[in-house]
């Protein structure tokens, strides 16, 4: 079966790091990019950053310089380190496969909340 | 840069057909595609619906279905049914500086 599994969120206060991670299964991970995209409160989804196959990073705007994307192929794994976080980064966090130009596999989501 | 521009809602009768739009609001006349639709039920993550503008993945049902004119795509779900209720989400290829950029999302309603 094909899934990804998130960890790593949790509560942190402002201007601390979180280390993401989401863990791949049931398919060749390395042939694939993968992405990150959440989900603040009520809100709609955001796409975060992306990670190709050969290692091309791309970020949205509000992300740059605080979020850093990774990939392990061995671990068949993709991280997000956070850093400088703000209230306004608390949301679910979901990786999602990168495939014919679309996310077509997403994980559950983990939840990083951003408060003193 | 440019935004997607969704409908914050929309509301169908069970058995009734809707559009959701998408419409890409930006001077750059430079192409819109890789257009994709994502389904979203309350707790639950996004699933894929339609990719490449109007192809679907496997298992989706035929009662879904993408199409583009211009700077406008579209989703069509037809036969609505009780579980099409959810929040809908276009996205599409950016740019060599931001890569995806998504809509804003639209509550779907069935009456």
């Known amino acids: 079966e094909v899934q990804l599994v998130e960890s790593g969120g949790g509560l942190v206060q402002p201007g601390g790091s979180l280390r993401l991670s989401c863990a791949a299964s049931g398919f060749t991970f390395n042939r694939y990019a993968m992405n990150w995209v959440r989900q603040a409160p009520g809100k709609g989804l955001e796409w975060l950053s992306y990670i190709s196959s050969t290692n091309d990073i791309y970020y949205v705007d509000s992300v740059k310089g605080r979020f850093t994307i990774s990939r392990d192929n061995a671990k068949s794994s993709v991280y997000l380190q956070m850093n400088s976080l703000r209230e306004d980064d608390t949301a679910v966090y979901y990786c999602?496969?990168?495939?014919?130009?679309?996310?077509?596999?997403w994980g559950q989501g983990t939840r990083v909340t951003v408060s003193s | 840069q440019f935004a997607l521009t969704q409908p914050a809602s929309v509301s169908g009768s069970l058995g009734q057909s809707i559009t959701i739009s998408c419409t890409k609001t930006s001077n750059d006349v430079g192409s819109y595609d890789r257009v994709s639709w994502y389904q979203q039920h309350p707790g639950k993550a996004p699933q894929l619906m339609i990719y490449e503008g109007d192809q679907r993945p496997s298992g989706v049902s035929n009662r879904f279905s993408g199409s583009k004119s211009d700077n406008t795509a579209s989703l069509t779900i037809s036969g609505l049914q009780a579980e099409d209720e959810a929040d809908y989400y276009c996205c599409s290829y950016g740019s060599s500086s931001t890569f995806w950029v998504l809509g804003g999302g639209t509550k779907l309603t069935v009456l």
């Open positions: 999602a496969r990168d495939d014919k130009w679309a996310f077509d596999v």
